[in-house]
């Protein structure tokens, strides 16, 4: 009997149509954009974000389920291609498997058809294939390894960039401590071993804390600020102040997500259930048009904890690690930014 399938694997069909809609063909528009001052930003995709971050609320997926994060990286991995980054050099991939080793995808590419389409159906069908496919990426800091939730890496570059992201929709006063007392923890390890990697933190934080608790979004927000100032933690921090109707809530179950603690060393295998299963796209399309309104709430985010100041910084920071012959596309894409 096949396996009942999981809230993240539902999740995945809906992403993955969402992203494709947002970039038809696999073309996706260039984030960079110069104003009439001559000043260079990067410009998110929010239209896209709001979709992804309604996911999780129409199927009433909880922290437990990893899906509400999840809408998260999706939506970063989508504007690391925006900017100009291969599908196979951004992790999570648009496709399953959602880590695919650059130099696998490289060898599917050079194999003569007739074998390429043998093992391409197996790599893509299987849920996982130990030490070669899985569906997050674990690097080792300093002293342990860290899952990390998007990144660019490559055997012959060791990690280039490394974001990790958290959620979170309610129980603010109770969960916020563990949060930044993680994230302080997982920037040091990763910072000392990787120090030329781009670094970042992303926060996904309902807007209700504003009104609900007031002094722990100060607190909050001055802590995510500093994470992104300090010398051995983040080179850029990121807050996304989500806002959406009660009707629209997750139930609040008082239970935490499980910990991450440190992962085992050895591949992190798919289970069955969480491998998304082919769905007709007339019928993710009605799911999408469900979806609740999400809106970003742009103006109460502090200005040196915006998205387009964190990806903007991301992205410089790899392509100034790097040689000029390596990211030529993303090169390409922030040396022709559209005028406004």
């Known amino acids: 009997m096949a396996a009942k399938q999981s809230a993240k694997a539902e999740a995945w069909v809906i992403f993955d149509r969402i992203v494709s809609l947002a970039a038809p063909g696999g073309v996706h528009s260039n984030p960079w954009i110069k104003n009439a001052d001559g000043q260079l930003r990067f410009e998110p995709d929010y239209n896209t974000l709001v979709k992804l971050l309604g996911v999780p609320l129409y199927l009433k997926a909880g922290t437990q389920s990893g899906v509400p994060a999840l809408a998260l990286d999706v939506w970063l991995s989508y504007e690391l291609r925006r900017a100009g980054f291969d599908s196979d050099q951004a992790w999570p991939r648009p496709v399953h498997p959602r880590i695919l080793p650059a130099a696998v995808a490289s060898l599917l590419k050079a194999l003569p058809r007739k074998i390429r389409d043998a093992v391409a159906d197996r790599v893509n069908n299987q849920p996982s294939i130990p030490d070669v496919t899985s569906s997050s990426?674990?690097?080792l800091g300093k002293n342990y390894l860290k899952q990390v939730d998007v990144i660019i890496t490559d055997w012959a570059t060791g990690p280039e960039l490394l974001i990790s992201t958290k959620r979170m929709d309610s129980s603010y006063g109770k969960n916020a401590p563990n949060r930044i007392e993680e994230s302080y923890g997982d920037a040091k390890n990763l910072r000392l071993r990787h120090p030329l990697a781009a670094l970042g933190f992303v926060f996904g934080l309902r807007s209700d804390i504003l009104q609900k608790e007031p002094k722990t979004a100060d607190w909050l927000f001055d802590l995510l600020a500093k994470l992104g100032r300090e010398d051995d933690?983040?080179?850029?921090?990121?807050?996304?102040l989500m806002e959406y109707s009660d009707e629209a809530a997750i139930p609040d179950t008082g239970e935490e997500r499980p910990?991450?603690?440190v992962p085992e060393p050895g591949p992190e295998l798919v289970r069955e259930e969480d491998a998304p299963a082919p769905v007709p796209e007339s019928e993710v399309?009605?799911?999408?048009?469900?979806?609740?309104?999400?809106?970003?709430?742009?103006?109460?985010?502090?200005?040196?904890?915006?998205?387009?100041?964190?990806?903007?910084?991301?992205v410089t920071r790899?392509?100034?690690?790097?040689?000029?012959?390596m990211h030529e596309e993303a090169r390409r894409r922030r040396a022709s930014p559209e005028l406004r």
Do not use: W
């Not at 790899?318 to 012959?325: C, D, I």
């Open 318 to 325: 790899v392509l100034a690690a790097t040689p000029v012959n």
């Open 285 to 314: 399309d009605r799911e999408i048009a469900q979806l609740p309104k999400v809106t970003i709430v742009e103006e109460k985010i502090p200005e040196d904890l915006t998205p387009d100041r964190f990806l903007a910084a991301m």
């Open 137 to 139: 990426a674990s690097i």
């Open 233 to 240: 933690a983040y080179h850029a921090t990121c807050l996304v």
């Open 259 to 261: 910990p991450e603690g």
